[in-house]
């Protein structure tokens, strides 16, 4: 069974964030679930920059849980740039959205989307679906984390700290 250590949950909307905040600690109360609500604070999360420049190298995430429409830094441009990543590239990352356009359906999995699923409007169905999701995800198998290439998004290069272990 898969453990989630860290969850990032990039998600602007507060009522969302509340909600599925809420059903990620029930389903896996061992992980630390970290949220930030817009695309430039999830780069710099995930690069170790600006605000996050202090956080410890080897912090990584185990899943992303991403929206699209996000503030500052579109969803889409974070997904590519967590993709095109040497160092993040193997993270799963579920799309969670309001969009049911086949446009951003489309763009989301050539930028490596893991799932991409449409918000439900219902309280509900909503809560429903997020369960669903993680305790699928929580049963799957996730490659082993190995040493990571440590890139910076101001190009810097070096080696991180994370040994070989089950994620």
Not at 6 to 21: G, K, N, Q, V, Y
Not at 66 to 93: C, F, H, M, N, Y
Not at 114 to 130: A, D, M, R, T
């Amino acid at each position: 069974m898969q453990k989630f250590r860290i969850i990032l949950l990039i998600e602007d909307d507060e009522a969302h964030a509340t909600l599925i905040t809420r059903i990620l600690r029930e389903i896996c109360p061992e992980a630390r679930v970290d949220l930030v609500y817009d695309g430039q604070e999830a780069l710099d999360y995930l690069f170790h920059s600006g605000k996050h420049a202090a956080q410890e190298m080897s912090t990584c995430p185990d899943l992303v849980l991403l929206d699209l429409r996000l503030p500052r830094v579109d969803g889409q441009e974070v997904l590519k740039t967590i993709k095109q990543s040497v160092a993040l590239k193997a993270i799963p990352v579920v799309v969670l959205t309001s969009s049911e356009s086949e446009n951003d359906v489309h763009t989301a999995y050539l930028n490596g989307a893991n799932i991409y699923l449409v918000k439900p409007l219902g309280f509900g169905e909503f809560s429903e679906l997020i369960r669903k999701v993680i305790s699928w995800l929580v049963k799957s198998r996730l490659p082993k984390k190995v040493d990571r290439v440590e890139e910076r998004s101001d190009g810097r290069v070096g080696r991180a700290q994370e040994r070989l272990q089950p994620i």
